[in-house]
């Protein structure tokens, strides 16, 4: 659970620090969009090991 809490937190962080949004809709559509990416890299690096 702490491992799941860290990750949103730090991706939360990442986008916060590097996007500017219009809307909260558009902050919530990107972070949808990031979250993915990170979560299908984070799966193709754990299939390598």
Not at 20 to 30: E, I, N, P, V, Y
Not at 40 to 45: E, G
């Amino acid at each position: 659970m702490a491992f799941v809490e860290a990750f949103n937190g730090s991706l939360r962080n990442e986008l916060l620090n590097a996007e500017l949004f219009d809307t909260l809709d558009g902050a919530r559509r990107k972070l949808a969009q990031v979250s993915g990416e990170r979560m299908l890299a984070m799966a193709a690096t754990t299939q390598m090991v």
